[in-house]
């Protein structure tokens, strides 16, 4: 199964394709995961991407597509994966159909998680994200059991710099600009599906896990 999850940033594409992951067994990919891995290794691919980061812009189509074939060629996606963050632009949904029916095959199925701008803000102010393993909480939403500190791991909280609020804006926008036509693309493929994600987590994953099947 190969699945897209669409959204505004902080729409909770992370927090479904988690879930996903887990109950289907396949990998969760996330290109910003991989990226903030390549910026705490110092790599060169972190630095460039890094740039682009901290000002709330989209990391360029070449390095992004490039690195995901990359992963894609790992053994642990021979029986599928959810993307979350990727594509983000045309171009990267143009490459990754092409790569796709090259190799035969195709995407199954587009979930886009709608969540209004004004529910956004808040959403990304209260996300904290740990230093450790990645894994994200929500200061009100999805709190730890001890304030600042990974349930999973126990390593510090921190709030990520892109999710400040003067960042936050200049994203969204970037999301209505460069990101939200994706939503016409694959309804014009036949495979987008809606779910509505303002409601409680678990809510949202029952309304997916209706679409994929038990
Ligand atoms: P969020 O989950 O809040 O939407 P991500 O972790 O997916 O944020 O992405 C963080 C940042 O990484 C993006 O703002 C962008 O700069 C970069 N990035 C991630 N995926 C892509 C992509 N597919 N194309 C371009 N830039 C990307
Ligand atoms: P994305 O990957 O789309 O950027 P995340 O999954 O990181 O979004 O979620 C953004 C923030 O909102 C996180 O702090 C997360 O814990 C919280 N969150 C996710 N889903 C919900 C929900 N259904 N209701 C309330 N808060 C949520
Ligand atoms: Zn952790």
């Avoid at 450790?132 to 990974?150: E, R, S």
Wanted: hydrophobic share 35%.
């Amino acid at each position: 199964m190969k699945i897209i999850m669409l959204g505004a940033p902080g729409a909770g594409k992370g927090t479904q394709a988690k879930m996903i992951a887990s109950k289907y067994t396949i990998p969760h990919i996330s290109t910003g995961d991989i990226f903030r891995a390549n910026i705490k290794n110092g790599t060169e691919l972190g630095k460039k991407a890094k740039t682009y980061m901290d000002q709330g812009l989209l990391v360029p189509d070449e390095l992004v597509v490039d690195l995901i074939m990359d992963r894609f060629k790992e053994a642990d996606c021979a029986n599928g994966y959810v993307l979350d963050g990727f594509p983000r632009t045309i171009p990267q949904a143009e490459a990754l159909d092409k790569a796709l029916a090259e190799a035969g095959t195709k995407v199954d199925v587009a979930i886009n998680v709608e969540v209004p701008d004004e529910n956004i803000v808040n959403r990304m102010g209260g996300r904290r994200a740990c230093v450790g393993c990645g894994a994200t909480y929500h200061i009100v939403y999805n709190p730890t059991k001890v304030d600042g500190v990974c349930d999973t791991c126990g390593k510090e909280l921190i709030l990520r710099d892109d999710d400040k609020p003067e960042t936050v804006q200049k994203r969204l926008n970037v999301y209505h600009e460069q990101t939200e036509p994706l939503i016409k693309y694959y309804t014009n493929k036949g495979i987008l599906k809606e779910v509505d994600g303002t409601v409680d987590m678990n809510d949202v994953f029952a309304a997916i896990v209706n679409i994929l099947g038990e």
